[in-house]
């Protein structure tokens, strides 16, 4: 059974930190890259950031970049997404799913919910 459960978010004030959790079971995580997706209220899914399995290749949104760290540990089936100086903007249940998954959602042919690796979410609100 595929299985992603998303962890670590919470309520912060603007400027603090979170660091996301994403473990995973049921797939081959050492030879998946991963993402993350966001979805602020009332907002669709965005992409935020993905790793490749090796962390070779790394890559984030403009609106992320040089804030967020996502990385891969494969002996713990987990990805991470170190969160830095958050704004409010940054609100929203944050899904971590694998690149395939996640560029299918981009184009509109799955959802968190009918895709296949897709965890509850993991809810971050940054206010003061």
């Known amino acids: 059974e595929v299985k992603l459960v998303e962890s670590g978010g919470g309520l912060v004030q603007p400027g603090e930190s979170l660091r996301l959790s994403c473990e995973t079971a049921g797939f081959a995580f050492s030879s998946q890259g991963m993402s993350w997706v966001r979805q602020a209220p009332g907002n669709g899914l965005e992409w935020v950031a993905r790793t490749s399995n090796r962390g070779t290749n790394i890559y984030y949104a403009e609106s992320v970049k040089g804030r967020f760290t996502i990385s891969q540990e494969g002996s713990e089936n987990t990805v991470y997404l170190q969160m830095n100086s958050l704004k409010p903007e940054d609100t929203g249940m944050y899904y971590c799913?694998?690149?395939?998954?996640?560029?299918?959602?981009?184009?509109?042919?799955?959802?968190?919910?009918?895709?296949?690796?897709w965890g509850q979410g993991t809810q971050v609100t940054v206010s003061s």
């Open positions: 799913t694998t690149v395939h998954e996640a560029a299918l959602q981009a184009i509109g042919m799955i959802t968190p919910s009918s895709g296949s690796t």
